[in-house]
């Protein structure tokens, strides 16, 4: 009964039936779950054989209540400090600690080559990183362009009004040489009156001479204020424009 307790503890270990080939690197025995006395197991060992099915490891149940339990043929196992020899009444299974290092490097490279799934998963997340980062520097580049724009017709803006304050500048000249012919008619009309004064002189009599020098020194007098009083006027209007760009500006 504590023997029966015992094996209920323990998987049962299913091998598959044996050839002459070797046992594939993938599987391997747990040396621990056989009884390893140099000679021949119980009748009713845990060990049997299950055709076209792996290595396995299944909960033990009792061979009195487990209809698939049945007697299995005697398996004799010899232990040494590098390898494990199963023997069977048809041929040894060989498992070697170089075939198992080998074995878990094969699967250490099956394992790796599995993650490449991973890195292309971490490539599409740059490459998303990628795009938010393209989309943001266009927004800048869109926001940059309007600003480019305002700033083109502000341009535009300013020198339209410098057209005008040039056209402007172009008329008060055009004004100013006005002012200065008429001022010269007004001047060449005022000798030509002296000369004929002069001349009338010579033919009147001294008396009419007298007032005719009154008469031509009053007209002089006035012409000589109305010019003052029309420069005057000119370089006022002048000053006054020129103040008015230089506003603009």
């Known amino acids: 009964m504590q023997q029966s307790k015992n094996l209920i503890k323990k998987p049962l270990v299913v091998i598959k039936p044996l050839t002459k080939n070797s046992l594939p690197l993938f599987e391997t025995l ?3 779950r056989l009884h390893q006395t140099g000679t021949s197991t119980t009748p009713n060992s ?17 061979a009195r209540s487990s209809p698939l339990a049945r ?11 590098k390898k494990s020899t199963f023997s069977h009444p048809t041929s040894p299974i060989i498992i070697s600690s170089s075939k198992l290092t080998s074995a878990l490097s094969n699967l250490k490279q099956k394992y790796l080559s599995f993650r490449l799934p ?10 998303i990183q990628r795009q938010k980062s393209f989309e943001e520097l266009e927004a800048e580049n869109e926001s940059l362009h309007e600003e480019i ?20 500048i172009k008329a008060l000249v055009i004004i100013n040489e006005g002012l200065g012919k008429e001022l010269d ?20 009599e001294l008396s009419d001479d007298n007032d005719s020098k009154s008469s031509l020194e009053i007209q002089l007098s006035q012409l000589s204020t109305e010019r003052s009083f029309d420069l005057k006027a000119a ?12 506003r603009k500006f």
């Not at 490891?57 to 009792?62: A, F, K």
């Not at 007697?71 to 400090?81: C, N, Q």
């Open 30 to 32: 747990p040396l621990t």
């Open 235 to 246: 370089r006022n209007e002048m000053k006054i424009l020129l103040k008015m760009i230089l």
């Open 71 to 81: 007697p299995s043929t005697p398996v004799h196992s010899t232990t040494s400090s």
């Open 185 to 204: 008619l007004q001047f060449k009309t005022a000798g030509l009156m002296i000369s004929e004064s002069k001349k009338s002189e010579n033919k009147d």
């Open 46 to 62: 845990p060990v049997r054989s299950a055709l076209h099915s792996p290595i396995r490891s299944l909960p033990h149940t009792p």
């Open 149 to 168: 724009a305002q700033l083109r017709r502000r341009i535009s803006n300013l020198e339209a009004e410098n057209k005008q304050v040039k056209e402007e």
């Open 118 to 127: 991973e890195s292309m998963y971490t490539e599409k997340q740059q490459n």
